[in-house]
């Protein structure tokens, strides 16, 4: 009889956990390979069904959204006004607004945007598809003649791929109006350089970068909430294990790409803040 | 390969060496079965000898591990559901569960699948709506019902309202999970009658997953037992017995 050696097992693991990791990898891409094929294929009917899908989905995350939205961006803009001036006193109204613009327009629009259409509409995301599963929907639809990437999958990632960025330009505009009243409130002289400082720190690359980061952030959160959805087996119990894991590798997936591409932007483009 | 009627007949559902498990259970090893264009079979087994995962891997709904399935000549794992459709092969499943559409009411359960398929299948929209009525009478599900949940409904009538849907599209391949299990006489007389006429249209190909023999003497079709993963032609009385019939009320539109 042979018996295992501790290289030999340790060998056996990491085989394992590579092929693992392979097979994740597959259908994580599968998911998204075959909802945008899917999304070419003929059929007019599909089409129309489709859309109107896409449409009562993007109202679901972006317009119901929006008070969620607006509360916590005046919040943040107020908190980071008030910061600021605690930091830098009367002399730096300028440098207040700068960092208003930059800190809110670059990184914190889209990622707290990014987190809470993630908490809100992934988790909604996320449980459906797999409640969808457990109940024999999704074949009930295969049956029928229904794609599920396309009926399932694409109109979620339509909806957070197009409300991330329309929720980031409203936190953007709120958290600023909100900053503004706040420097009025604290001190209505220096309202002017505060203002001469925001418009200072704008600079013309920051549409493509928040165009970049935040249609990747929602593409992110639809397609891997969508994927976690879908990875439920048979068990009800799956449900809510699989959408927290949807939400958290969101969250994890949300941070690192806006960190990647600041990197990028700033290695590319270098302090474009004057 | 077990085969039902002559070869030079069109083929209906045809597995070859297939196979397919959960884990380590192996539900079907190398079955191998024709069943031809316009008639009826059924595949017969005791709870979890895997039938309805013999009907699944027959209507293309989850892949085989192993060898391959046709729908006509059409091979299916390469066909999207959709592109199935398009080349005439038209399904009609009723789950043992439902398989409804939770989060939408009983009409649009049923209308949903014409919609997508509008163009293909030539509806106007008023015609989808009239088709909609139309299976939904049939199959006994009563208009108070048109736009509730399916949550919201009784088991019989989740189970009526399932039948309506498969039938929406008029398929030509139809595949009914346990037609007799659990259901109230009304549900089980619709069930019974659509099957009838189902089996006397030559243009459907019909297969049955039960565990009852009685229903399918009835319907008078060819049996078909799963055990083991294997698959053997069951032993049962070949014709319906003398006096029954079925009531001739219920004409499939």
Not at chain 1, 87 to 96: K, M, V, W
Not at chain 1, 202 to 231: A, E, H, N, Q, R
Request: a neutral charge.
């Amino acid at each position: 009889m042979s018996r295992a050696t501790p290289t030999s097992s340790l060998l056996e693991h990491l085989g394992a956990r590579t092929l693992h990791v392979v097979d994740v990898a597959q259908r994580l891409v599968g998911t998204l390979v075959f909802a945008l094929r899917s999304s070419s294929a003929p059929g007019l009917g599909a089409k129309a069904v489709v859309r109107e899908l896409s449409v009562r989905q993007i109202f679901f995350t972006s317009a119901q959204a929006l008070p969620m939205i607006g509360a916590v961006a005046t919040f943040v803009g107020a908190t980071l006004t008030a910061q600021t001036e605690l930091l830098g006193g009367p002399f730096q109204r300028e440098t207040a607004g700068k960092v208003l613009v930059a800190v809110v327009l670059r990184e914190l629009a889209p990622l707290v945007t990014a987190i809470i259409v993630a908490g809100r509409s992934g988790t909604a995301i996320a449980t459906e598809l797999g409640m969808m599963r457990v109940n024999s929907e999704i074949l009930g639809l295969a049956s029928l003649g229904i794609d599920p990437p396309r009926f399932l999958i694409w109109p979620r990632l339509v909806a957070t791929t197009i409300s991330v960025p329309i929720l980031t330009i409203y936190f953007s505009a709120v958290a600023i109006v909100s900053g503004n009243v706040t420097a009025f409130l604290i001190d209505s002289h220096g309202l002017e350089e505060w203002r001469v400082g925001a418009m200072l720190a704008l600079s013309p690359l920051d549409l493509p970068l928040m165009g970049i980061k935040t249609l990747g952030l929602g593409l992110l959160v639809g397609w891997l909430c969508c994927y976690y959805g879908l990875d439920v087996g048979s068990s009800p119990t799956e449900v809510p294990q699989k959408a927290s894991r949807a939400v958290v590798q969101s969250l994890f997936a949300c941070i690192a790409y806006n960190a990647l591409i600041t990197v990028l932007y700033y290695w590319l483009f270098g302090a474009t803040v004057t | 390969m077990i085969q039902i009627e002559e070869a030079q007949q069109e083929p209906g559902v045809t597995l070859d060496r297939v196979h397919f498990g959960f884990g380590t259970t192996d539900l079907l090893s190398g079955v191998s079965w024709e069943l031809n264009q316009g008639e009826s079979a059924a595949i017969l087994g005791a709870s979890g000898s895997g039938k309805s995962t013999f009907l699944l891997v027959a209507a293309g709904l989850i892949a085989p591990v192993q060898g391959s399935v046709l729908l006509g000549a059409h091979p299916l794992r390469r066909l999207s559901p959709s592109e199935r459709v398009r080349r005439g092969l038209r399904l009609g499943f009723v789950f043992q569960d439902g398989g409804l559409f939770a989060n939408m009411d009983a009409f649009s359960n049923v209308s949903l699948p014409l919609y997508y398929h509008q163009d293909v299948l030539g509806l106007s929209d008023e015609a989808i709506k009239e088709r909609t009525r139309e299976v939904l009478d049939l199959a006994q599900v009563e208009e108070r019902h048109f736009q509730t949940l399916p949550a919201h409904l009784s088991f019989g009538d989740r189970k009526r309202l399932g039948i309506a849907r498969a039938l929406s599209i008029r398929p030509n391949y139809f595949f009914f999970d346990d037609p007799d299990i659990g259901l109230d006489h009304r549900t089980a007389n619709v069930a019974h009658q659509i099957l009838s006429q189902l089996k006397a249209d030559p243009t459907v190909t019909l297969l049955i997953a039960t565990n009852r023999t009685k229903l399918i003497v009835r319907l008078n079709i060819p049996g078909f037992e799963l055990h083991d993963g294997r698959l053997t032609t069951a032993q049962t009385q070949s014709h319906a017995p003398s006096g029954w019939s079925l009531p001739p009320r219920l004409i499939i539109p």
